[in-house]
């Protein structure tokens, strides 16, 4: 196996990812204790931009909306409906490397309505870019999957998103816990 990616950023604890989407904002406080890894890459991705103008490519009613494949990039959202292009599926790109996964070590790893947890193959260790937010509670995936975020706001805007709807541009704000 590939060696894993150790990020360079070092989190801070008082982290919230901010997604402006063609439906409107989603603010997730992300959980720096319990993920320091996903949190750093994270927040690594949205400083480089790579997050921005990726289309969200996956939609299960009830289920999740993933996206933060940079493939979609150049896609329509017409096309990412249809699963992608010839040259590319729909998520299947990444970054070019894998995390560590953290959610047999993260004490808080629980899927609840608008949690952000990172997607990954049926490997371990392979999660990298492509994350998805909870559309209700989803505990079979705690033993599988890293959480490292919750919805702090904008919980409505990830209920009505849909495969080909767009992040416009991703940033990060650092706020004091109450």
């Known amino acids: ?12 604890g008082d982290e919230v990812a901010v997604l402006n989407t063609s439906k409107g904002t989603i603010k997730a406080r992300l959980d720096a204790e319990g993920a320091p890894i996903h949190v750093a890459n994270f927040c690594e991705l949205i400083e480089k931009g790579y997050y921005d103008g990726v289309k969200f490519h996956r939609y299960v009613p009830g289920f999740v909306i993933q996206g933060g494949d940079p493939y ?7 096309e990412v409906m249809r699963g992608g292009t010839p040259a590319h599926r729909a998520g299947t790109g990444g970054p070019g490397y894998c995390i560590k996964d953290e959610y047999k070590t993260n004490p808080r790893n629980r899927h609840n309505d608008g949690t952000l947890a990172m997607a990954r193959t049926s490997m371990p260790n ?3 870019s492509q994350f998805y937010f909870c559309l209700g509670p989803q505990h079979s995936l705690d033993s599988g999957y890293t959480v490292f975020g919750e919805t702090v706001e904008g919980l409505d805007v990830i209920k009505q998103l849909r ?9 990060i704000e650092h706020v004091n816990a109450e």
């Open 1 to 12: 196996m590939a060696d894993l990616y150790t990020p360079t950023y070092v989190p801070q």
């Open 72 to 78: 979609t990039k150049d896609m329509t959202p017409q």
């Open 126 to 128: 392979t999660a990298g």
């Open 163 to 171: 495969a080909g709807d767009e992040i416009l541009s991703a940033t």
